[in-house]
């Protein structure tokens, strides 16, 4: 599942991060990225460092990248987060969730990772319920 949001460094890692974890706890088979949609940061502010590692996030050498063809082509699915994929390729066939509205995580963390969270925790269960129906014989 690719995760994109404008900078790369806040809304679309801490979906990333929280979509693995919740993904494993149900063994699901599904991995996310995270991605930018504007290259406007080369590393990993210091303070979401700090929020992410107090939920038990690390992000090791991880450096935001700006989206590209590969990333939505190879993708399971494509969730943005209030941007926009880059105009220039087109990417008609991409499986692409609009997710808007989410106050900036740099002013206000607490409130956007909780709402962040319940749409994490949605795609979670749905993918979920996709898998149990597609086992069904």
């Known amino acids: 599942i690719l995760f994109v949001c404008q900078n790369g460094v ?3 890692i ?5 979509f693995e974890r ?3 706890e149900r063994g699901l088979p599904y991995r996310a990225v995270s991605r930018a949609s504007a290259a406007t940061f080369t590393d990993v502010p210091l303070r979401m460092r700090f929020a992410l590692a107090l ?3 690390g992000v090791g050498g991880y450096r935001p ?3 590209d063809a590969s990333d939505v082509q190879t993708a399971a699915g494509v969730i943005l987060i209030d941007t926009e994929l880059p105009a220039s390729p087109s990417y008609p066939d991409a499986a692409v969730e609009r997710w808007d509205g989410f106050p900036p995580m740099r002013e206000r963390y607490f409130e956007s990772r909780a709402a962040l969270r319940t749409r994490v925790e949605a795609l979670v269960t749905r993918l979920a ?7 069904i014989p």
Do not use: I, K, N
């Open 65 to 67: 990248q700006v989206v």
């Open 10 to 12: 806040a809304m679309s």
């Open 55 to 57: 939920e038990g996030y």
């Open 14 to 18: 801490w979906s990333a991060l929280t």
């Open 129 to 135: 319920s996709s898998a149990e129906e597609s086992d």
């Open 22 to 24: 919740l993904a494993a």
